[in-house]
C-alpha cells in the first residue's frame, strides 16, 4: 500500500536561509514522487517529480529533492528562501499500476522578512 | 493556452438538491481525476478515469459519481450533496495513466452544502 508522510505542517524559515521540507513514503511498488506547491487562493503547480531516473531531481524556482529508498524520504530543499516561496507544499506518491495518487497533509511555508 | 477549467468556481447549495460541477481540459489528456481538499488532511482522491469510460473509485467515493464520456469532459456528480461534503474541489489531468506524467491542475471549486 502507498502513503506519504509529510513530517511538518508548518515551517518558518528567514529570507535567504535554506528551506527543507520533509516527505517520508510507503509504497509497494516503484514509485513515482512528486512535489506541488499552492500558492494563497490558487490551484496545485508541479514543482519537480521523480520517476525512477536520476535520484536527484531539479525543479522549478531553485527547488530540488532527493530520492533515497533505504531512507524512503523524498525530502525538498531550496539553498536560499525567497518571500515568493511562502505557500503550502505537497508531496504525492503513485505507485505504477495503481493509476492513484495520494498525497501527503502538506506543509505551509512561512518566510520572515 | 492549455488548461484545465472548472465550473462552477464557487457554489453554495442546500442538502438533498443535486449538483454539478464540470471539468474540461484541451490537452488531449487520457487520465482525469477530481481530488478534495480540506484543511489538514491535504487532497483525497476521488474518482479517476483511465480514458474514455473507464472510471474508477479513489479513497473517497462516498456519495459522488462520475462520467465519461467524452475525453476532455470529466463532470462530477453530487446526487445528494450533505454538509461533509463542504470542500474545495479540484479536477486534475495527465497524458496517461501511467503515473511517469505529472497532473495538471483546475483552478478549484469551492462547494458549500448548508
Known amino acids: 500500500a502507498q502513503s506519504v508522510t509529510q513530517l511538518d505542517s508548518h515551517v518558518s524559515v528567514s529570507e535567504g536561509t535554506p528551506v527543507l521540507l520533509r516527505c517520508n513514503y510507503s509504497?509497494?511498488?516503484?514509485?513515482?514522487l512528486f512535489w506541488y506547491v499552492q500558492h494563497p487562493n490558487k490551484g496545485l503547480q508541479l514543482l519537480l517529480k521523480y520517476t525512477s531516473a536520476a535520484t536527484l531531481v531539479k525543479g522549478i524556482n531553485g527547488f530540488e529533492a532527493e530520492f533515497k529508498k533505504s531512507e524512503t524520504s523524498f525530502h525538498l530543499t531550496k539553498p536560499s528562501a525567497h518571500m515568493s516561496d511562502a505557500a503550502e507544499y505537497f508531496c504525492?506518491?503513485?505507485?505504477?499500476?495503481?493509476?492513484?495518487?495520494?498525497f501527503g497533509t502538506g506543509t505551509r511555508l512561512k518566510v520572515l522578512a | 493556452e492549455a488548461q484545465v477549467t472548472q465550473n462552477p468556481r464557487y457554489l453554495i447549495t442546500v442538502t438533498g438538491k443535486k449538483l454539478t460541477v464540470t471539468c474540461s481540459q484541451n490537452?488531449?489528456?487520457?487520465?482525469m481525476s477530481w481530488y478534495r481538499q480540506d484543511p489538514g488532511l491535504g487532497l483525497r482522491q476521488i474518482y479517476y478515469s483511465m480514458n474514455v469510460e473507464v472510471t474508477d473509485k479513489g479513497d473517497v467515493p462516498e456519495g459522488y459519481k462520475v462520467s465519461r464520456k467524452e475525453k476532455r469532459n470529466f463532470p462530477l456528480i453530487l446526487e445528494s450533496p450533505s454538509p461533509n461534503q463542504t470542500s474545495l474541489y479540484f479536477c486534475a489531468s495527465s497524458l496517461s495513466a501511467d503515473n511517469f506524467y505529472e497532473q495538471y491542475f483546475g483552478p478549484g471549486t469551492r462547494l458549500t452544502v448548508t
Open positions: 504525492v506518491v503513485s505507485d505504477r499500476g495503481t493509476y492513484k495518487y495520494i
Open positions: 509504497s509497494s511498488y516503484s514509485p513515482s
Open positions: 490537452m488531449n489528456h487520457e487520465y
